[in-house]
Each structure stands twice: as structure tokens, then as C-alpha cells.
């Protein structure tokens, strides 16, 4: 029985961001931020976050780079369509979710498999099966997400970078550029969706938390596309967790420290590492890792992360890591407080148990 998050909450459309901080007037790091913990709630800005963090903290950030990731595209009916590229398999196809046309706001469900979508300058995608499950999507409404066959002179990247642009939903004002997509960490092209947690970092913040003792360690994930499907579980994205990381995290959870990661990419990397005996190893190739009440974080013991759905899976890694009290007062108070929600909206802290500065953990 796949498991669905405990978090119950009701989510305003208007609790929506629209557009990215720097067009409501606000820095990056100007978000709104809620603290959440064992002993309460916090309202704060993410300018402020190494107020909350401790010398000792390791904080583990994504280092992928957002690419314009979505095409348009016409049927073979006739019909166009919005192509979201979601990954790069190791046979050299392509994972690709069919949308409509022309603001993406819904998936198309009736593909075929043999069908050729054309693309701009003689690029062609012929949909070979459904993805991940070649039987078709295990909601019995059809498959969102094809793996497929590209026909073209070029690589399908060089085509995407010329051609695309930023993977965008029918909740924004508008279609904003591959800048606004990209974090200061981001240096390995690859995500199809923006590792969103990270965006709110400034220089100047992350200046301050290293002066204040607090250690930034990177993993790589690059993201593919959302599950907008209600039960579907996150997609098998490909990862690297450095020999360094490895060490720091080791060493902190040794120490007692706290290992605080800013995202699930990160959470789902960092934990798709860890070995039998409970330590992280340097990693890398794809993880298809859920994490839940069937599988509990073990290394991860913080999240900085944005504002998920009602029903969405990552819910599930949110109450893994921060437990399901800690993360249902956490969204209460984002509704009652009209934070904004997705990845240009406002973030939360999730430390479900205090540390002192010497690493020492309490209730």
C-alpha cells in the first residue's frame, strides 16, 4: 500500500507565488521563514537563518544547475503540445512528460507508443513506452511520462539550450527567464525543475555562516519533473555525494551535530548513500529512493525547504525528518500566516530537536 502523508492542511490559491522574489520588491534572502521545532514556532526572514544554526551545523547544498527544459512541440494529430524533458536515461533516450498547450497546465494522458512529436529545426521524439512502468501509469488514467527515442543531427542538450526554456506552470504570472531559476550553489547543468530550497541564499548569508562556524557541504541531484499526479511517487534522478561530504557528514553525526539539508534533492541523496552500518559513503549513479515511514531518514537531522503541496510525496520526507507533529504545526502556521507556497515562494526550518554549540543534542 503506498503510503500518504499524515500533514493535513487546506491550501488557499492565493497562498500561491506568482513570481519570483526580486519582482515582489524583496531580495533573495528577503523570504519569509518559519521555524519549526521541538519547542515551537518561529516567524523570521531567510536573511536570518544563521541565527538558527549553530557552530557545529553541517548544511549540505545542491550544487545542480536548472536547464531550460521545456519545448514546444506538435502531435502527429495535428495538435501541439508542451514537452517537459525531464532526464537523460543511460541508453540515451529521454524522459519527456506530455503537456497541454500553451501554458502547460495539465498533462496529456492519451499518448501513444510509436507516436512521432515534432519539434522546431527537424527534431523529432518518437514516444517509445510509458515511464517508469512500461505497462502504462499505475493510476489506470494513462501515462504522463514517456521514455523516448530523439531524432535529430544534434544533441537534444544543445537543442534545449538553444531553443528552451524554463520549466513553467499555470500558476505564474508569467514566463520568466533561466535566471530566475537558478541557485548560487548551481554549477552542474541538469535539473529539470529548479532545486528550489537553495534559491533564497544570498553570498552575503552564506559569508555569515561560515564566520559563525557553520560548514556548507555540496551533493549533486538533479531534479526531474514534479509528480503532479496525486500518489505518484518522486522519479529515479541521478546523484553524487563527494568523498568529502561523506567525511563531514560522518564526522558531524559522530560528534552529535546536526546534518541540515536544504532540500529533498539534498535529503534524497545524502540518504541514498548511506551504508549498512549508518554511515554515508561517497555515491553516485541513480537513486529511486522513497523516503517514509518505510523507509526513515537516518543522516538527515534538518531540512530547509519550501512549501509542498497537500498530498504531495515530499510530505512524506518532511514528516521523516521533522515527524509528523513538528510538520503539521509547521503547516498550520504557514496557512495562518499566508506564507507564500512553491519555488518562489517563502521556506521553513525543520529542526525537530535542539543542539547546543558543543553538539549536544536535548528533547
Known amino acids: 500500500m503506498t503510503a500518504v502523508p499524515e500533514t493535513r492542511f487546506d491550501l488557499p490559491d492565493e497562498l500561491t507565488a506568482t513570481e519570483p522574489a526580486e519582482h515582489r520588491g524583496l531580495a533573495r534572502d528577503g523570504v519569509r521563514l518559519l521555524v ?4 515551537g514556532i518561529t516567524h523570521s526572514t531567510f536573511s536570518r537563518l544563521d541565527e538558527y544554526l549553530v557552530p557545529g551545523d553541517l548544511v549540505v547544498v545542491n550544487t545542480s544547475q536548472t536547464i531550460a527544459a521545456e519545448i514546444d512541440g506538435v502531435r502527429s494529430d495535428g495538435w501541439p503540445t508542451v514537452l517537459h524533458i525531464a532526464t537523460e536515461l543511460d541508453d540515451g533516450s529521454w524522459v519527456v512528460e506530455l503537456r497541454t498547450a500553451p501554458h502547460a497546465v495539465k498533462p496529456i494522458l492519451d499518448g501513444r507508443a510509436g507516436e512521432v512529436i515534432r519539434l522546431s529545426h527537424a527534431v523529432r521524439m518518437r514516444l517509445l513506452e510509458p515511464y517508469p512502468a512500461p505497462g502504462g501509469s499505475p493510476t489506470g488514467r494513462g501515462s504522463r511520462l514517456w521514455r523516448v527515442q530523439v531524432i535529430s543531427s544534434r544533441p537534444m542538450s ?27 550553489f548551481g554549477k552542474d547543468p541538469g535539473s529539470a525543475e529548479m532545486p528550489s530550497a537553495g534559491r533564497p541564499f544570498s553570498p552575503e548569508l ?12 555540496p551533493i549533486t541531484l538533479h531534479t526531474g519533473v514534479s509528480s503532479q499526479v496525486a500518489g505518484e511517487p518522486p522519479q529515479a534522478e541521478r546523484f553524487t555525494v563527494p568523498v568529502v561530504t561523506a567525511r563531514l557528514v560522518n564526522s558531524a553525526t559522530r560528534v552529535g551535530s546536526r ?13 541514498s548513500a548511506v551504508t549498512g552500518d549508518g554511515s554515508v559513503q561517497a555515491s553516485q549513479g541513480w537513486t529511486d529512493l522513497v523516503l517514509g515511514p518505510q523507509h526513515p531518514v537516518q543522516v538527515v537531522t534538518g531540512l530547509i525547504t519550501g512549501l509542498h503541496n497537500p498530498d504531495a510525496s515530499h510530505l512524506l520526507l518532511v514528516e521523516s525528518v521533522a515527524g509528523a507533529e513538528v510538520a503539521q504545526r509547521a503547516y498550520d502556521a504557514a496557512v495562518a500566516e499566508r506564507y507564500l507556497w512553491h519555488e518562489f515562494g517563502d521556506s521553513c526550518l525543520l529542526l525537530p530537536r535542539r543542539v547546543s554549540a558543543q553538539g549536544s543534542t536535548g528533547g
Do not use: N
Open 36 to 39: 519549526a521545532g521541538s519547542s
Open 259 to 271: 546534518v541540515v539539508a536544504v532540500g529533498t534533492t539534498v535529503t534524497r541523496a545524502l540518504e
Open 206 to 217: 552564506v559569508l555569515r555562516l561560515l564566520t559563525a562556524g557553520i560548514t556548507i557541504a
Open 158 to 184: 544543445a537543442h534545449l539550450s538553444r531553443h528552451g526554456r524554463p520549466i513553467s506552470y499555470g500558476y505564474l504570472s508569467r514566463q520568466w527567464p533561466l535566471s530566475d531559476y537558478q541557485t548560487i
